[in-house]
C-alpha cells in the first residue's frame, strides 16, 4: 500500500499518464481512489479465505492476485482496464495487509512479535520511497513507460513473497485451529528452540496456544462488523483507518496547491516526504 500511494501520487504528476488517458479531475481521482473499493471488498471477505486456506496460502494467493493485477494495470490500452487492474491490486493489498500481520503474529517467537509487526509497518514507507525514486526515474522516458514502469514494478513484491512462501512454516495458531498438533508443536519449536519439541518453551508456549483456541471456540461471543463502532475506542480507530485513505492520496495535489508546478521538482519532493513520514511514524518509537 506505501508502493501504491507513492506511485499514483507521482503518476498524477505525470503528463504522459494524465494525458494517455485524457483525464479529467473527475476521472483523475476516481482512478486514484477505486484501489479502495477492491480493498474495502478484501476487507470485507478475506479473512475467511485465511480461515479456509491457511495463512501462508491465503498469503500466496494474495499476491497471485496482486501481480495478475499490476500486469493488467500496467499493460492498460484504456482508462476502463487501468481502473480494473486498480480495484484489484486493491483487493490483493487487501487480502495481504489482513493476512501478513495475523501471520507475524501467530508465527514469530513472542519474544521477536513486536519487532517482526514494527518492522512489517515501517516497510510500509520503504515501498513508498521505492515508488517515488522509480516514478522520478521514469518520468524521463519519452513514452508510454514513463507511468507503465512503476504499475509493473509493483509486481515485483509480489514474486519476491511467491518464491519465499514456500520456504516458510504456518501458521502454529491456524495449523492447531485445524486440528492438525503435531505439525503445530513442530513450527513453535523451530522457531523458538531450534527444532527440540521437548523444550518447556516450547511446550509452554504450545499448550497457551491450544488453550486460547479452545477457550475461543468454546466462547458465546461472535465478533461482527458492530464492533468496529461499538464504543467510543472501536470509532476513534475506525475513523483514523479511514483517514489512511484520504492522507495517502494528496501529497500531489497539495504541491501544486502550493505552487510547485514544475512535474520533475514534485516528483523530487515525493523522495523527502516518504522519509518524513517514515521518520515521524509513532510506531518507530
Not at 199 to 221: F, M, P
Request: net charge neutral; with cysteine; hydrophobic share 45%.
Amino acid at each position: 500500500m506505501g508502493y501504491d500511494g507513492s506511485m499514483m501520487n507521482g503518476l498524477n504528476i505525470l503528463p504522459s499518464y494524465t494525458d494517455y488517458f485524457h483525464l479529467t479531475t473527475s476521472t483523475l481521482s476516481f482512478s486514484t481512489s477505486c484501489i479502495w473499493i477492491g480493498g474495502v471488498l478484501g476487507g470485507l471477505t478475506y479473512g475467511k479465505v485465511t480461515d479456509i486456506l491457511g495463512r501462508r496460502k491465503a498469503l500466496f494467493w494474495a499476491a497471485i492476485v496482486t501481480l495478475f493485477s499490476a500486469i493488467i494495470q500496467s499493460a492498460a490500452q484504456n482508462l476502463a482496464m487501468f481502473i480494473v487492474g486498480r480495484m484489484m491490486v486493491g483487493y490483493g493489498i487487501a487480502a495481504s495487509g489482513l493476512t501478513g500481520p495475523a501471520y507475524l503474529a501467530e508465527t514469530l517467537p513472542f519474544q521477536s512479535r513486536a519487532w517482526g509487526l514494527g518492522i512489517l509497518d515501517d516497510f510500509w514507507y520503504v515501498g513508498g520511497l521505492i515508488a517515488a525514486a522509480v516514478t522520478y526515474q521514469s518520468s524521463k522516458l519519452d513514452s508510454t513507460w514513463a507511468w507503465r514502469l512503476p504499475s509493473a514494478v509493483q509486481g515485483v513484491f509480489s514474486i519476491l513473497c511467491i518464491i519465499i512462501l514456500p520456504f516458510l512454516p504456518e501458521s502454529p495458531r491456524w495449523l492447531i485451529y485445524v486440528g492438525r498438533n503435531e505439525e503445530a508443536l513442530r513450527v513453535v519449536a523451530q522457531t523458538i528452540a531450534n527444532g527440540d519439541v521437548n523444550n518447556a518453551l516450547v511446550l509452554a508456549q504450545y499448550k497457551d496456544i491450544v488453550d486460547t483456541i479452545e477457550r475461543e471456540k468454546n466462547s458465546e461471543e461472535m465478533l461482527t462488523l458492530k464492533e468496529m463502532v461499538k464504543t467510543p475506542v472501536a470509532r476513534k480507530r475506525m475513523s483514523l483507518a479511514v483517514s489512511v485513505a484520504v492522507i495517502s492520496t494528496i501529497s500531489g495535489t497539495m504541491l501544486n496547491t502550493a505552487g510547485i508546478k514544475s512535474t520533475s521538482t514534485q516528483l523530487l519532493i515525493q523522495e523527502p516526504i516518504g522519509v518524513t513520514k517514515w521518520v515521524e511514524d509513532p510506531q518507530r518509537s
